[in-house]
Every structure is written in structure tokens, then in C-alpha cells.
């Protein structure tokens, strides 16, 4: 079992109410992708490939950014990877495909409200 580093609280709370800040902001430049390609679904997909490469140099510059991709191709070869974490990835993908195609049609805030 390996062990996790924990960030303390003081940096971990207001992290998350970061996050939580932003996702309305997603969603508002995610629809107007979606509404300047004519495809919400292009829009999902440009939003998402441009957080997998931000990501993937983030995690590449820390040594334990490198390490995890050496154990997810490890567990990918050796088909120890839980299909649920490729679920989560997907539900995550429908959650921005919806935000690309409803945000301009009800508005970021009934959106936030149906999706909490």
C-alpha cells in the first residue's frame, strides 16, 4: 500500500472553494465555445483536451506526477486498472458536454442548480 501525502487544510479548503468557484466560469466559456463552433459536443471536446495536456505537463514537472503515470501504465498493461475510475472520467465528460450544450439554452445558474 503506498502512502499519500495530505496538504493541510489551510491550503486544501480554500483550493476547493476555488474549484467550486470556477466551475460556473467553465460552464459560461464552455457554452460560448459551443455556441461560436455550432457544437456543444466540439466544444466538450476542446475543453477537455486542452485540460488533459495542462494536466499532463503539471503532472510531468513533479517527480510524483511522473511516478503516477509510470503506475497507471503499469496498471494499464497488467489490466489492473479499475473500470470505475474510466466511469468517473466519463461521467466527468458528460458533465462538460452538458454544460457546452444546455449552459446557453437555461443559463448558468439553472444549470448549477440542476447539476447540484
Known amino acids: 500500500m503506498t502512502s499519500h501525502q495530505k496538504i ?8 476547493a ?10 460552464g ?3 457554452a460560448a ?5 455550432h457544437d ?4 466538450a471536446v476542446v475543453s477537455f483536451t486542452t485540460g488533459l495536456v495542462v494536466m499532463a505537463v503539471i503532472s510531468l514537472v513533479f517527480p510524483r506526477g511522473r511516478q503516477g503515470f509510470k503506475a497507471m501504465g503499469t496498471s494499464l498493461k497488467n489490466r489492473a486498472f479499475p473500470r470505475w475510475f474510466v466511469l468517473a472520467g ?13 449552459v446557453t439554452l437555461i443559463g448558468i445558474a ?7
Open 90 to 102: 466519463m461521467v466527468g465528460g458528460l458533465f462538460v458536454l452538458a454544460q457546452g450544450v444546455t
Open 33 to 37: 465555445l459551443g455556441t461560436r463552433l
Open 8 to 15: 493541510p487544510a489551510v491550503i486544501g479548503i480554500p483550493l
Open 110 to 116: 439553472l444549470f448549477t442548480v440542476a447539476a447540484v
Open 40 to 43: 456543444g459536443m466540439a466544444a
Open 28 to 30: 459560461r466559456i464552455n
Open 17 to 26: 472553494v476555488l474549484a467550486g468557484l470556477v466551475i460556473p466560469v467553465q
